[in-house]
């Protein structure tokens, strides 16, 4: 009943509906480490809130390149947990990050070197500013002064963003739209740490101006849906062969041909019954 399966045709659609299902598999599989590692990040978000600080050294290498050079990157693993590290601010070579969105309004991060004694340097995120009043999302904001002296900062370890455009410097100040280290690396006089800390606090304190960056979770459950998704279009692919395949079995042994059309007029007539 089934020998048709071994046919070249039904077996070059078994072969097109394994390869469908083991490819549907394999990006679900894809999904779930994704969805495992944005669940890993989640959860260094949530325990960096209560984590006592360690040195930014036994989180993040020293550069050891030239001026002009970025460090390692933070590894996975360390990455929005809480360091804390002190220095001196670099206030001639402040970066504007411009397009940054808080609370449904555009304006800049701002981002100071902070040089420690060895000599390099660690970009601090100081904080969110707006625009200058009256000023487009373009227009260069007022910026705090950075405090003078020993500062001690305490903050999340972020990786280098991916992407960069261009780094510009406007009216003594870098500019960019993305936080990529190894781009503004090349303008600073000094080499840099290839993470960045994002403020949570400072001795002496910093100023009221600023407006803290809030750290948004990733969205790891949209991943797991993919992961479902994904799985169940791969069931869905074999038990759809399957079906097809028992169609046209029936089909061949004729158990789902025409049926005779009953003939309404040759049955006989019942009887009444008798009282």
Do not use: C
């Not at 590290?85 to 070579?93: C, Q, V």
């Not at 960045?196 to 304190?205: I, K, M, R």
């Not at 007029?265 to 009887?271: F, G, H, L, R």
Request: glycine fraction near 10%; avoid cysteine; aromatic fraction near 8%.
């Amino acid at each position: 009943m089934y020998r048709f399966l071994l046919t070249p045709r039904w077996l070059g659609y078994l072969a097109l509906t394994l390869v469908a299902a083991a490819v549907m598999v394999l990006l679900g599989n894809w999904q779930l480490d994704r969805y495992r590692g944005r669940t890993a990040i989640n959860e260094r978000i949530d325990a960096g809130a209560t984590m006592t600080p360690a040195p930014l050294r036994d989180a993040l290498p020293a550069p050891t390149g030239g001026p002009g050079t970025a460090g390692p990157a933070p590894a996975d693993r360390l990455t929005w947990t809480r360091v804390t590290t002190t220095g001196r601010y670099d206030s001639a070579n402040i970066v504007l990050v411009r397009g940054r969105t808080v609370d449904n309004k555009v304006g800049f991060e701002v981002l100071t070197p902070l040089v420690l004694a060895d000599g390099s340097a660690v970009l601090v995120d100081r904080g969110w500013i707006p625009p200058v009043p009256g000023g487009n999302a373009t227009a260069q904001p007022q910026v705090p002064a950075a405090p003078t002296g020993e500062v001690t900062v305490t903050g999340r370890l972020v990786s280098s963003e991916s992407g960069g455009g261009t780094v510009d410097r406007r009216d003594g100040k870098l500019e960019t739209r993305r936080i990529s280290i190894p781009r503004l690396a090349k303008q600073l006089p000094y080499p840099v740490s290839g993470g960045y800390v994002l403020l949570d606090e400072q001795t002496p304190a910093a100023d009221p101006a600023f407006q803290a960056v809030p750290i948004g979770h990733t969205n790891n459950w949209q991943n797991f849906g993919y992961v479902v998704q994904w799985w169940l279009f791969a069931g869905m692919s074999l038990i759809g062969y399957g079906w097809v395949a028992r169609r046209e079995a029936r089909r061949l042994a004729g158990l789902d041909g025409p049926r005779e059309p009953l003939d309404r007029a040759a049955e006989p007539a019942s009887s009444p019954t008798s009282a």
